[in-house]
């Protein structure tokens, strides 16, 4: 099959080979040339396939620099494909910057449904699906991490983050001690894999299981947050950013649209909202 230049961004098995959907081989056997984040691991999943394209390099460090020159391609007439190690491109991987110099090049960027562990996770979490925020990975550090948990703390959203097995216990203790040790989460790991889990409860029940079975302590990742749900109080109960944010839309609007409106971003009471802007002077 001949492929027109574009850019194809093919999602690749996040663990079950199975889920390679039929597209996504023939689109990798097709192009002329294929952008990996790790020729070698994707080497042995091109052999499973029979897929024998040639590959190069895109990852963090030449990510810019190898753009450049795949451009140079698909304006040779070339179809170029780009993987990750697995799941999805550019979530949570390298891709961004090539994807976006390309566009702006004025060529195609054509991508493939597929696998991502994000969604895959929150499918089955039980959590609120509805809306959601990817975070990625936590901060390595724990002043970083806890600043991060900390401007999502009274985020309505079902929060979802990415993570490794040398971290995991001090990500879980940073999500207790900034989310709280009561807030509802899931940890979803090795999914679509022989020992896939799914652990559910409080934040501090899953750090408690998580400590006492070293095997939860494998594999990869995916934290579930439920997102902050605000207490059923008077204007008292009112988190701190929603009164911000009714503050600006206040100075556009008049205080009980702005209410309103504020009371639906953060799943709270328009008459406590309204009642806490006329006290605040708005």
Not at 78 to 94: C, F, K, Q
Not at 134 to 156: I, M, N, T, V
Not at 196 to 206: D, H, K, N, Q, R
Request: glycine share 8%; aromatic share 6%; with cysteine.
């Amino acid at each position: 099959m001949s492929l027109p230049p574009a850019l194809y961004i093919v999602p690749t098995p996040i663990g079950n080979l199975g889920d390679m959907s039929p597209r996504a081989v023939e689109v990798l056997k097709s192009v002329t040339l294929v952008g990996c984040e790790d020729t070698r691991h994707s080497g042995r999943l091109f052999s499973h396939f029979g897929i024998s394209t040639k590959t190069v390099s895109v990852h963090d460090h030449n990510e810019r620099a190898r753009a450049q020159w795949i451009i140079e391609k698909l304006a040779e007439g070339e179809a170029v494909a780009l993987v990750s190690d697995a799941g999805t491109p550019l979530i949570s991987d390298p891709g961004y910057h090539l994807v976006s110099l390309v566009r702006e090049a004025g060529f195609n960027v054509v991508p493939l449904p597929g696998p991502c562990a994000a969604i895959t996770a929150l499918s089955a979490s039980g959590l609120p699906s509805d809306r959601f925020s990817f975070e990625g990975f936590l901060p390595a550090k724990e002043k970083g991490r806890s600043d991060k948990l900390e401007a999502l703390r009274e985020d309505p959203r079902t929060l979802i983050f990415y993570e490794s097995p040398h971290r995991i216990i001090q990500s879980l203790e940073s999500i207790v001690a900034v989310l709280g040790a009561d807030r509802p989460m899931v940890m979803a790991r090795e999914l679509s894999k022989t020992f896939e889990t799914f652990l559910s409860g409080t934040a501090a029940e899953v750090l408690a299981k998580v400590l006492a079975d070293d095997n939860q302590q494998k594999g990869e990742m995916v934290l579930m947050c439920h997102g902050f749900v605000a207490p059923e109080q008077d204007d008292e109960g009112v988190p701190a950013k929603a009164m911000e944010t009714l503050a600006l839309l206040a100075a556009e609007l008049p205080l009980k649209k702005a209410a309103a409106i504020a009371a639906q971003i953060y799943n709270l009471k328009k008459n406590a909202l309204y009642k806490a802007g006329l006290d605040a002077g708005l």
